[in-house]
Every structure is written in C-alpha cells, then in structure tokens.
Nanobody, 115 residues
Framework: QVQLVESGGVLVQAGGSLRLSCAASSSIFRLSLMNWYRQAPGKQRELVATITRGGSTNYADSVKGRFTISRDNAKSTVYLQMNALKPDDTAVYYC?????????WGQGTQVTVSS
C-alpha cells in the first residue's frame, strides 16, 4: 500500500488561490492513478480531479477551469492548484492512489474559504 501525506490546506479568502500537495512513499508512484477527493461537512465525499499514469486529467464540473491537477513522478508527488476559490470549496481534501489494484488514502487536509 502507498502511504500518502497531504499538505497545503489553510484558511483563504474567496477569490484566492491555494496549492495542495500529496507526497507518496512508494517508488511505484509512477504506476498509480491519482485522485483528489473532498468532503464537506454533512456531504458525501466527491471526486474532484484525476490524473492518469500518462498525465491525462479529468475534473468535476464544479471545479473545471479553476482547479488543475498535476504530478511529478520524480518527486512522487501530486498537486492540486486551486484558483478562484469559493466558499463552496470548503472541505477536507483527500489524496487517493489506485496502484495495481490497491486503493490508498491520505489523512486529509482542511481547506476553508471565507466569504
């Protein structure tokens, strides 16, 4: 199983930007499909963005044009650049790795967007 550690969550004003990072422990990170999920209070966890091993990306409609997922295989790290943040983006953000059939999760990082 891949160990994942997220960082970068803070309190930010609406309209601001933030970059989340997720560092993976495993050298097989490059074989992983990487996802960012988020969970707001009282809501189900939702998929925000995905990046494949080859670098293809996909986004939830609610974040398209504002968020960008990227990966650095040399650093075994995946990023989520978040721009034009809205109060509705407030949530705990989780990193997820799908590696050779095994699913791994980070502990989450809190993002709070004030209006």
């Amino acid at each position: 199983q891949v160990q994942l550690v997220e960082s970068g969550g803070v309190l930010v004003q609406a309209g601001g930007s933030l970059r989340l990072s997720c560092a993976a422990s495993s050298s097989i990170f490059r074989l992983s499909l990487m996802n960012w999920y988020r969970q707001a209070p009282g809501k189900q966890r939702e998929l925000v963005a995905t990046i494949t091993r080859g670098g293809s990306t996909n986004y939830a409609d609610s974040v398209k044009g504002r968020f960008t997922i990227s990966r650095d295989n040399a650093k075994s790290t995946v990023y989520l650049q978040m721009n034009a943040l809205k109060p509705d983006d407030t949530a705990v953000y989780y990193c997820n790795a799908e590696t050779l059939g095994v699913n791994s999760w980070g502990q989450g990082t809190q993002v709070t967007v004030s209006s």
